[in-house]
Antibody, heavy 115, light 106 residues
Framework: QVQLVQSGAEVKKPGASVKVSCKAS????????INWVRQATGQGLEWMGW????????GYAQKFQGRVTMTRNTSISTAYMELSSLRSEDTAVYYC????????WGQGTLVTVSS | EIVLTQSPATLSLSPGERATLSCRAS??????LAWYQQKPGQAPRLLIY???NRATGIPARFSGSGSGTDFTLTISSLEPEDFAVYYC????????FGQGTRLEIK
């Protein structure tokens, strides 16, 4: 069955960077886009961007342009999302999701930004 | 940037009742709209894609309709497990989510 397994929780200081991984299994990794979505506690869903694992092409929400980088390692079917210049407002659960319509989701990774 | 507005913010109903949730786009998204369900502490789950297609394993009591700027998610007869938060998302261009509708037990 399709699974997306994300890396564990992170605690970062303001100004630092965080890199979250998303390991895919149960399907051909290069056949479906990977989306990244985040959710602050008690808040709604916020789309951050997408990546085509086959080509490496990406598209980022304007809000995150210049701060986010999405990459992949096809040899291990893993996608990565790196967010830099972290601030307290970036404290959230970060999700990866498979496909144009996010058919499957990872379990989420809590990133806490605190001094 | 296309903005999605969901209404109502909160919907209070009883099991067995019919739920109607609305999602309005600031400009046409054709039929490129999805609905997700999210329960506390869980990742969202895809219910409907392309406005009216049920995702794999989604019960028939969930249905979606609409095109252009006005969309509806209907739950024909609420089950206890349906009480959750529902989000719409457009995939016409840069994807965005609505702010969500909380469906609570009356």
């Amino acid at each position: 069955q399709v699974q997306l397994v994300q890396s564990g929780a992170e605690v970062k200081k303001p100004g630092a960077s965080v890199k979250v991984s998303c390991k895919a299994s149960g399907y051909t990794f290069t056949s479906y886009d990977i989306n990244w979505v985040r959710q602050a506690t008690g808040q709604g869903l916020e789309w951050m961007g997408w990546m085509n694992p086959n080509s490496g092409n990406t598209g980022y929400a304007q809000k995150f342009q210049g701060r986010v980088t999405m990459t992949r390692n096809t040899s291990i079917s893993t996608a990565y999302m790196e967010l830099s210049s972290l601030r307290s407002e970036d404290t959230a659960v970060y999700y990866c999701a498979r496909g144009r319509y996010s058919y499957n989701w990872g379990q989420g990774t809590l990133v806490t930004v605190s001094s | 940037e296309i903005v999605l507005t969901q209404s109502p913010a909160t919907l209070s109903l009883s099991p067995g009742e019919r739920a109607t949730l609305s999602c309005r786009a600031s400009q046409s998204v054709s039929s490129y709209l999805a609905w997700y369900q999210q329960k506390p502490g869980q990742a969202p789950r895809l219910l409907i894609y392309d406005a009216s297609n049920r995702a794999t394993g989604i019960p028939a009591r969930f249905s979606g309709s609409g095109s252009g700027t006005d969309f509806t998610l209907t739950i024909s007869s609420l089950e206890p497990e349906d009480f959750a938060v529902y989000y719409c998302q457009q995939r016409s261009n840069w994807p965005a989510f609505g702010q969500g509708t909380r469906l609570e037990i009356k």
